[in-house]
Structures are given as structure tokens and as C-alpha cells.
């Protein structure tokens, strides 16, 4: 066959050449498809695999590595959550209990760290392939969905384990007392009503997010509509998360006291039912360890309602944020990025991952995506992608999570041939 000699410039100043190749329809039709995803051309995707560019990042892919990008108050709520649920479950022994030798205390945080990164790590593999497998689910906010999925693995494992907090007849203890409960949430509000004095842009997508008016996509339409300013759905995203950042910073800054005392002595004087149930969360958060009417209100009440409610989960986040510290006593990596506790180091070692391309391990995101695509290859319906994802979700989660269980949008769960 004669070789078309057309070229075209690419993204690395070399020219592309126009050659022929063998192919079946399948694999042909796989390869569009994949780069319509991408919104690139087949060409260009083809030259990404010969360059072993990473032509399997999806958007759900890259935004898992914005996730774990500075500031990371977002990310610190979720793995604070998830080690607070690994010790109130039984998996792992508290490292702050008074008088332990220090050998212990190393012992008892390595033990944490693994089954807690190896939580975070496997729910983030499990959003990972079912969004590269039916990627027109497009979910906005990822921290609800990956801290429901974190509990009910380590619930899975403490269930299969026996776990003695499971199994206690005694009620839990609270480690947190109700006045400091209350303390905490009118000082969140004070945070947040600086904000919104003091840093108005913050606070204004902020606020859309917490209300659940728009999509950060939406947003982004908003901003460069109203600001002439081109911003992308990614910088709305990171515009947010520095939000969070800054209200934690006044949250932790102590030339709020005045504002904080003033919202202290006004925040009992009215109670709605979002005011009730950010104190139940918080008690919930405050129990030495859960029994099972605790995990179902857990679950049902707050972290599958957080699904469905921005407000909710706007507070739920800060809690965990509050929580944490008290709990595990750690220093505010909010205002000292410099200070490196359990959750910064898991951080590091997931974003490694996540980032390291040439790994061949069995868990890797890339090996995952590889073994996925070459099933969805052979897919003919909706049915057989729906199987295919089913097995991964279920291998990766070690059996925890089932596709059909998994809070996702109910258009998807509803959908048919």
C-alpha cells in the first residue's frame, strides 16, 4: 500500500506521517471511542500510546491527584475520618491513650497507617475504575462517595474479623464533651462568617458549593461570566479547596476569640434540624467505639445523606477536621505546612503512587486500567460493562462494595439494555 507522506505538527515539534496499519473493527471502535473520551483524535491517541504518554489518565484520574494536592484540607478530613472509624471499629488500638511507652505508640500509628492507607488507597482505585469504565457518570464531588466506601470497607473487615468493639455489651464513652461540641460548631460558624467578610471570592464559591446551586463546572461558567477571567472547572475546584484552607486558617487563628465568642453565646438560641444533626455527627465522632445502632446512623444519617446534601457535607468535612485534632491530638497542618503527622505521609505515599506510571504492582491504578480495557473490549451491551466494572469494584474493594450498592446516581442504577 502506498504510504500517504501528509504530516501534521504535534505537541513534541516532531511531524506526523500518515501510515497504514492492520486492525480489527473491535479494536478499531475501541480506540475512537477511548479517544472521544479524551476529546482527541484517534491519531493523536495512538501517537500517546507510542510515546507512552498516559493515555489511560481519565478526568476522574487526574482530579484523584488534584485531590491530594496542596492545601490538603480536604484530603486530611477524609483520612482523619477513616483512621477515627478504624479505631472506633476495633481494627487499630488508639496511640493516645495515657501512659504508653513510646515503642508502643510507633507500633500502634505503623499499624494505623497501613490499614488506613490501604483503605483510602483501595477507594480511591474503586471510584478510579468504575468511572473509567462508564465514564458518563461524572461525578461533581468525589470526598462523599470515597468516605462512604472507606467505611463500609473497614466495616467489611471488622465484620469478617469479629472485631471485639462490635461484639462489647458496654456502652461507648464520649471523648469529647458536649460543651466543647458545642464550642466547636459556633466557632466554625464564626470561620466561616470571616470568610465571607474577609475573603468574598472564597466564600462566594464556597457558598455555591455548600448550597449545592452549581456544578463546579457551572461555576467556572459563572466566574467567566462575571469576571472576564478564563477560568477552567479545575481552577474552580482548587479555588474551593483554597477556601477551606483559609477558613480553617481563621479557624486556627486566635484573633478570631472575639468573633468566636460573640456566635458562642447567640449559636443555642435557634435550632433547625441541620443544627441537630451537626451535633449528633459530632457525638458520633466523639464515641470510643461504635456499636451497631451507631454504624447505621452513621451511615444512613450522615454519610449517605452527605451524598445528597452540600450543607451536610460542607459541616460533616469540618468536623472531621475539628475531631481530628482532639482525637489525635495532632498539630494543625493548616497553618504549618511544614509539620508532617500519619496523614501527611499517607498522602505522600498514595500521590506516589497515583503519579508513578512504570509500576507493575497488581494495585496499581495503570495495571487496573489496562486489565479493564482489554475487557470492555469485547463488551457488546450495557450489561456486559455493568459485569465487567461489577467484578473490578468487588476485587479491588476485596469484596466489600457492589456496584448495586454503591450510593452512585440513580440513573445509572436504574439503567437498562
Known amino acids: 500500500m502506498k504510504r500517504n507522506t501528509?504530516?501534521?505538527?504535534?505537541?513534541?515539534?516532531?511531524?506526523?506521517?500518515?501510515?497504514?496499519?492492520?486492525?480489527?473493527?473491535?479494536?478499531?471502535?475501541?480506540?475512537?471511542?477511548?479517544?472521544?473520551?479524551?476529546?482527541?483524535?484517534?491519531?493523536?491517541?495512538?501517537?500517546?500510546?507510542?510515546?507512552?504518554?498516559?493515555?489511560?489518565e481519565t478526568p476522574i484520574h487526574s482530579r484523584l491527584k488534584a485531590f491530594l494536592e496542596a492545601p490538603i484540607s480536604i484530603w486530611w478530613c477524609w483520612s482523619e475520618a477513616t483512621r477515627r472509624y478504624a479505631v472506633q471499629l476495633g481494627l487499630v488500638e488508639n496511640h493516645r491513650e495515657e501512659g504508653l511507652k513510646d515503642y508502643i505508640v510507633e507500633?500502634?500509628?505503623?499499624?494505623?497507617?497501613?490499614?488506613?492507607?490501604?483503605?483510602?488507597?483501595?477507594?480511591?482505585?474503586?471510584?478510579?475504575?468504575?468511572?473509567?469504565?462508564?465514564?458518563?457518570?461524572?461525578?461533581?464531588s468525589?470526598?462523599?462517595?470515597?468516605?462512604?466506601?472507606?467505611?463500609?470497607?473497614?466495616?467489611?473487615?471488622?465484620?469478617?474479623?469479629?472485631?471485639?468493639?462490635?461484639?462489647?455489651?458496654?456502652?461507648?464513652?464520649?471523648?469529647?464533651?458536649?460543651?466543647?461540641?458545642?464550642?466547636?460548631?459556633?466557632?466554625?460558624?464564626?470561620?466561616l462568617d470571616l470568610l465571607q467578610q474577609f475573603s468574598p471570592s472564597y466564600y462566594e464559591v464556597l457558598d455555591m458549593v455548600m448550597k449545592g446551586r452549581m456544578s463546579f463546572a457551572q461555576i467556572a461558567k459563572y466566574k467567566r461570566l462575571n469576571t472576564q477571567r478564563n477560568v477552567t472547572e479545575a481552577e474552580a475546584r482548587r479555588e474551593a479547596k483554597e477556601a477551606v484552607y483559609q477558613l480553617r486558617a481563621y479557624l486556627h487563628n486566635k484573633v478570631t476569640n472575639i468573633a468566636k465568642e460573640q456566635y458562642k453565646k447567640s449559636f443555642c438560641k435557634s435550632e433547625n434540624a441541620l443544627e441537630a444533626k451537626k451535633k449528633e455527627y459530632y457525638q458520633l465522632c466523639s464515641l470510643s467505639f461504635l456499636k451497631e445502632k451507631d454504624t447505621k446512623d452513621l451511615e444512613e444519617r450522615f454519610l449517605r445523606s452527605s451524598l445528597e446534601e452540600p450543607e451536610l457535607e460542607f459541616w460533616i468535612k469540618e468536623i472531621d477536621h475539628l475531631a481530628g485534632h482532639y482525637l489525635g491530638k495532632f498539630e494543625s497542618i493548616h497553618t504549618d505546612s511544614k509539620h508532617k503527622d500519619l496523614h501527611y505521609e499517607l498522602r505522600e505515599e498514595i500521590e506516589k503512587k497515583l503519579k508513578d506510571e512504570n509500576t507493575e504492582e497488581k494495585d496499581s491504578l495503570r495495571t487496573l486500567l489496562t486489565q479493564m480495557d482489554k475487557k470492555l473490549m469485547f463488551c457488546k451491551s450495557f450489561k456486559d460493562i455493568r459485569e465487567t466494572v461489577e467484578q473490578f469494584v468487588s476485587d479491588v474493594s476485596q469484596g466489600s462494595l457492589q456496584l448495586d450498592t454503591i450510593p452512585l446516581p440513580k440513573s445509572f442504577l436504574e439503567r437498562k439494555e
Request: proline residues 2%.
Open 6 to 56: 501528509k504530516t501534521e505538527e504535534t505537541g513534541n515539534q516532531q511531524k506526523k506521517t500518515v501510515r497504514s496499519l492492520s486492525i480489527t473493527q473491535n479494536a478499531w471502535d475501541a480506540i475512537k471511542d477511548k479517544a472521544a473520551r479524551e476529546k482527541i483524535s484517534a491519531s493523536e491517541f495512538l501517537e500517546r500510546i507510542g510515546r507512552d504518554a498516559s493515555v489511560l
Open 107 to 140: 507500633e500502634r500509628l505503623k499499624r494505623q497507617k497501613e490499614i488506613v492507607g490501604d483503605c483510602l488507597w483501595r477507594a480511591m482505585l474503586t471510584l478510579a475504575v468504575i468511572n473509567y469504565g462508564i465514564p458518563e457518570l461524572s461525578i461533581n
Open 142 to 191: 468525589m470526598t462523599p462517595l470515597l468516605r462512604w466506601m472507606s467505611f463500609k470497607m473497614l466495616l467489611h473487615r471488622a465484620e469478617q474479623a469479629e472485631s471485639h468493639a462490635l461484639q462489647k455489651t458496654d456502652k461507648p464513652t464520649f471523648t469529647i464533651a458536649q460543651e466543647q461540641i458545642e464550642t466547636d460548631l459556633a466557632e466554625i460558624q464564626a470561620a
